[in-house]
């Protein structure tokens, strides 16, 4: 028991050194790739979308080092994690956000709520903040018709949700109001477009088996079209994330 224990170990460490390796050489790679874009495009401004705190490595390296090709570069994070980090990836970060600081790179966030909780729970000061939204050029893009791709009642509206399928999202609150609601059972079809955990969705599918509302709400999975067109699809769009 104790070799085979020590074995599992030492086997464990050599996976976990392999990944280290190629984590490194990967970052490596695109800090080289990304330079010669850099010299190749000149732009005049760089954003990087960092998405979540605390986001990929190659995010930040990206907004430091694109300080030396232009002036105007922003990091941007949408929203803090769930619980303060710990470990080796904490260290990492902290390290590039100290040098982010030293290259001056301002960092935005999308909302004064992201603001308040990147504030708790990350070291992130003084951010900026921006909210998200969409472009008034809507005529740029085609409505995609989700009615003939899935066999959706014409005369129904469509309330519509797109990204990833995940609990905290909100789609919960939806199926809920749609349950309880005469008026949105008459009127109203439900579109959920996106993947995400398969134990998840099949729990929004068996709230889905309610006979009232059964045939009222349509999951479409990942579609490749532009968002913007996938949102003008939607007479109304909703985002009632939850935390």
Same mark, same amino acid.
């Given at each position: ?41 000149? /732009? ?12 990929? &490595? ?43 600081k030293i290259s001056r790179? /301002? ?10 909780? *990147? ?41 519509? &949700?797109?990204g990833p399928i995940d609990?905290?999202?909100?789609h919960s609150t939806i ?7 005469? *008026? ?19 729990? *929004? ?33 909703? &985002?009632?994330?939850?935390?």
């Amino acid at each position: 028991v104790t070799l085979k224990n020590a074995f599992k170990r030492s086997k464990g460490l050599e996976y976990k050194s392999k990944k280290a390796f190629t984590f490194f050489l990967n970052n490596v790679r695109f800090i080289k790739a990304f330079k010669s874009i850099l010299r190749k495009e000149k /732009p005049s401004i760089v954003i990087s979308n960092n998405g979540g705190y605390p986001g990929g &490595m190659s995010n930040w390296i990206a907004a430091i080092i694109a300080r030396r090709y232009t002036q105007k570069v922003f990091l941007l994070v949408h929203h803090a994690p769930v619980k303060k980090m710990k470990g080796l990836y904490s260290y990492l970060t902290s390290a590039l956000l100290k040098l982010s600081k030293i290259s001056r790179t /301002p960092i935005i966030t999308v909302s004064y709520a992201s603001k308040k909780m *990147l504030g708790m729970y990350t070291n992130l000061r003084n951010l900026h903040v921006i909210y998200n939204g969409l472009s008034s050029r809507g005529s740029d893009f085609d409505k995609f018709d989700y009615y003939d791709q899935f066999n959706i009642q014409e005369d129904r509206v469509l309330i519509g &949700m797109i990204g990833p399928i995940d609990s905290h999202k909100g789609h919960s609150t939806i199926l809920d109001a749609l349950s309880c609601s005469k *008026l949105l059972q008459e009127k109203a079809h439900f579109v959920i477009v996106g993947s995400g955990s398969d134990n998840f969705i099949s729990e *929004l599918k068996i709230k889905c088996l309610s006979p009232n509302i059964s045939n009222l709400v349509t999951f479409t999975g990942y579609l490749k079209d532009s968002s913007m067109s996938l949102v003008r699809g939607f007479d109304i769009l909703v &985002m009632p994330t939850t935390d």
